[in-house]
């Protein structure tokens, strides 16, 4: 059974950088993800990575996020440059292992959660 821990959120001014990780215990997932919730709206993907190929991403963040990941060391993060208010949320990690099930943008795919992480950008 995996677990996901995220961390590195926090506060940013506008135009600023920061960078989340997910640690993944357990074992080692197939596929991982971002997703993000603001206050009021719906979780959307913000990309995903699988343990071999290259990574995805929305087009909100697509040139402005980067998903990389370490298979050994079970760990993800997300690098954010040039942030803007638009992006203030609670960030999501997400994952499963099952092979074959793709490395899909639809929540639905994913079968393990972490806690959430804050990121607040302020203009």
């Known amino acids: 059974q995996v677990q996901l821990v995220e961390s590195g959120g926090g506060s940013v001014q506008s135009g600023g950088s920061l960078k989340l990780s997910c640690v993944a215990s357990g074992e080692n997932p197939t596929c991982m993800a971002w997703f993000r919730q603001a206050a009021g709206k719906e979780r959307e993907w913000v990309g995903t990575?699988?343990?071999?190929?290259?990574?995805a991403y929305a087009d909100s963040v697509n040139g402005r996020f980067t998903i990389s990941r370490h298979i050994q060391k079970n760990t993800m993060w997300l690098q954010m440059d040039s942030l803007g208010p638009e992006d203030t949320a609670i960030y999501f990690c997400a994952a499963h292992s099952t092979l074959g099930r793709g490395c899909g943008s639809e929540a639905g795919t994913y079968v393990t959660w972490g806690q959430g992480t804050q990121v607040t950008v302020s203009s």
């Open positions: 990575k699988g343990r071999l190929g290259i990574a």
